[in-house]
C-alpha cells in the first residue's frame, strides 16, 4: 500500500491527492500562539481567506483557548466568537472545519457552512456530540484526550505512550461509531501536547504507522507546540524560543507527518508547510513511477489561491 493509497478520504471533504494542510484562526484573546491578533470578527475572516491564499485547503475555526490552565468561555461567548467567522469564510467558499467542544456551537456551525467538526475530547467533554455530529452526517476528529489541561491532567503518565494512546484512541472510535458517525467520516488525531511531555510526543510521531493502523485518516496537529519549543531550546539557560519562532520546525514536522501518510497537518503559518507537504508528495510520486520524470504532475501545484470546484486550495 503507498503512502497516498493508506492516507484515506474522509466522505464529506474535497479529496486531496497529497496530506492536507489545515490553516488555523483562533477567534480568542488568550491563544497560547498568536495572543488574540484575530479575535475581531473582520480580522478573523481576513486572516483565514490570506491562509487560503497561502495554501491551506481548509481552515479551522476555533473560540476558545486549549492551551493548559485556560478558563473555559461560556457558550454564548463561543457562539458569538465563531459562527460570524464561519459564516463569513464559506461564503467565500472556504471549507471549514469547526474547533469545538459544544455541541450547540458545532450544531450552529454547521447550519453556518462548517463541514467538519474538530473535537479536541472526542466527544467526550459534551455527551450530545456525537448525536449532533451523527445527525448531521458531519465528518468528525477524534483526538486522544484525558480530560482539560488542569492540575494533573497537564502532564500525562504513560508506560507505553505509543500503545496507549493507540488503544484509547480505538475505544474512543468504536465509542463514536456506537454513537452513529459513520466510519467513513471519523479522523483520528494523537492529541500531542495534551496531556503529554515533549518525550511522549516526540515518541507518537516517530510511530505514526501504529496510529495508521486504526484505519482512519489521521490529522497531525504539532503546529507551535511545546514539545517544539524544548527541541530548539539554545542559549545557556536552554530557554525554549516563542510560539510564532517555531514554524519552520512546525514545516519539519508536516513535512514528516505527510511522508508518514498523514491525512492533514493543522498549522498556524500555512506557506512553509503547504511547500512542505507538496515536497513529500512529489518524493511520494518519484517513488511510485521509479524515474525523476514521473515527479512532474506532483510537483506542478495550481497558483495559491486558486480554488477547484471541490472547495478551497
Given at each position: ?28 484573546p ?32 476555533g ?7 485556560a ?38 456551525a ?15 467533554a ?7 455530529v ?6 468528525f ?7 482539560f ?24 472510535v ?31 510521531l ?13 490529522l497531525v ?22 510560539a510564532?519562532?517555531?514554524?519552520a ?15 492533514a ?37 495550481p ?11
Open positions: 500500500m503507498s503512502k497516498q493509497s493508506g492516507r484515506g478520504r474522509v466522505t464529506g471533504l474535497p479529496e486531496w491527492d497529497r496530506c492536507a494542510v489545515m490553516g488555523v484562526v483562533n477567534v480568542t488568550d491563544s497560547f500562539s498568536d495572543g488574540g491578533r484575530w479575535f475581531d470578527t473582520t480580522a478573523a475572516v481576513k486572516h483565514g481567506l490570506a491562509l487560503v491564499a497561502e495554501g491551506a485547503d481548509l481552515v479551522d475555526v473560540g476558545e483557548s486549549t492551551r493548559p490552565g478558563t473555559r468561555v461560556d457558550e454564548a461567548e463561543e457562539l458569538k466568537r465563531v459562527i460570524p467567522v464561519v459564516r463569513g469564510l464559506a461564503s467565500e467558499g472556504v471549507t471549514i472545519s469547526v474547533d469545538t467542544m459544544r455541541a450547540t456551537v458545532a450544531e450552529q454547521l447550519a453556518a457552512g462548517a463541514a467538519l467538526v474538530n473535537d479536541v475530547s472526542g466527544g467526550l459534551d455527551p450530545a456530540m456525537v448525536p449532533v451523527a445527525d448531521a452526517g458531519a465528518p476528529v477524534v483526538m486522544h484526550w484525558r480530560g489541561l488542569e492540575g494533573g491532567n497537564v502532564k500525562g503518565d504513560y508506560a507505553d505512550v505509543v500503545t496507549e494512546v493507540a488503544d484509547e484512541l480505538h475505544a474512543r468504536e465509542a463514536v461509531l456506537a454513537g452513529g458517525i459513520a466510519a467513513d467520516r471519523i479522523v483520528v488525531d494523537p492529541g500531542l501536547g495534551f496531556s503529554k511531555d515533549a518525550e511522549h510526543d516526540l515518541t507518537l516517530a510511530h505514526l504507522d501504529r496510529l495508521l493502523a486504526l484505519g482512519h485518516p489521521l496537529a504539532a503546529s507551535r507546540k511545546r514539545f517544539l519549543g524544548r527541541v530548539l531550546a539554545g542559549g545557556p539557560d536552554h530557554t525554549p524560543p516563542p510564532r519562532e517555531r514554524d520546525a512546525t514545516a519539519a514536522v508536516s513535512a514528516l507527518a505527510a511522508h508518514a501518510g498523514a491525512w497537518v493543522r498549522v498556524h503559518e500555512v506557506r512553509a508547510t503547504a511547500d512542505a507537504v507538496r515536497v513529500a508528495r512529489a518524493v511520494e510520486g518519484a517513488r511510485a513511477t521509479g524515474h525523476a520524470p514521473g515527479a512532474h504532475n506532483a510537483i506542478h501545484a497558483d495559491r489561491g486558486a480554488r477547484s470546484p471541490e472547495g478551497a486550495r
